[in-house]
């Protein structure tokens, strides 16, 4: 079973065309969509609304910086200090380039920092390759897949 994709986006124009690159991709994994930095916790967590979901993390987490309630570095910290979540890819996917964003998110251990690239075809672009290279390309930590659900080329 594929693991699904965590995307945490609140402006509607930008999750739009995030959902449309990951289509476009065609990658098999479901999308999980949330708008705000306490949905995603409670969806990583397995609380609220997300108590009763599947057991076991996404493939990747796509996380925007500047989000209501609970912002993008708050769920990066609670993530990485997760032990049972410390290994899921969280790329934080933002239109900052504030030197101290970029810098905190590291020193939390972010896994990639991506600016939002402004212009339509790069951005579609961008989240494409993104979803591709976490979902597909990355090799998860040992431990992470049960054996029956690892890739195995003869």
Known sequence: MLKPILLVEDNPKDLE????????SNLANEVITV????????????RGAYSDRVLGNPAVVLLDLKLPKVDGIQVLEA???EPSLQAVPVVMLTTSREEKDLLRSYQLGVNAYVVKPVAFKEFID???ELGVFWAVLNEPPPGS??????????
């Open 35 to 46: 708008r705000d930095g306490a949905e995603a916790l409670d969806y990583l967590f397995r």
């Open 79 to 81: 993530v990485k200090s």
């Open 145 to 154: 897949l049960k054996p029956s659900q690892r890739m195995t080329f003869d």
């Open 126 to 128: 961008a989240i494409q």
């Open 17 to 24: 065309l995030a959902l449309l690159a990951l289509e476009k």
